[in-house]
Nanobody
Framework: QVQLVDSGGGSVQAGGSLRLSCAAS????????FGWYRQAPGKQRELVAS???????NYADSVKGRFTITRDNAKNTVYLQMNSLKPEDTAVYYC????????????????WGQGTQVTVSA
């Protein structure tokens, strides 16, 4: 059973940066796809960025050009670099292990990190 541990959240002012990390256990890391989701109070969880096993990436329109997802297979870790943060980026961010199919990321129900809070003040 793969376990995911999210970290790196915090409080920053608008325009600041944070880097989130998702550390995964298990020996199959390099063949897995991962996604970063976020959920703001009163809103549905939304996919922010995803990365395939060959490091192809996709982003939500709201974060394109500001967020970058990467992976380090040697460290079994996925990162989300967030720059030019805005107050509307405030949310709990979750890492997910999923699959890519026909260029689209699909989450799995059983593989979520515990979440890390990101708060951006104006």
């Amino acid at each position: 059973q793969v376990q995911l541990v999210d970290s790196g959240g915090g409080s920053v002012q608008a325009g600041g940066s944070l880097r989130l990390s998702c550390a995964a256990s298990g020996s199959t890391f390099s063949i897995n796809a991962f996604g970063w989701y976020r959920q703001a109070p009163g809103k549905q969880r939304e996919l922010v960025a995803s990365i395939s096993s060959d490091s192809s990436t996709n982003y939500a329109d709201s974060v394109k050009g500001r967020f970058t997802i990467t992976r380090d297979n040697a460290k079994n870790t996925v990162y989300l670099q967030m720059n030019s943060l805005k107050p509307e980026d405030t949310a709990v961010y979750y890492c997910n292990l999923g699959i890519y199919w026909s260029g689209k990321y699909y989450s799995t129900a059983d593989h979520w990190g515990q979440g890390t809070q990101v708060t951006v003040s104006a």
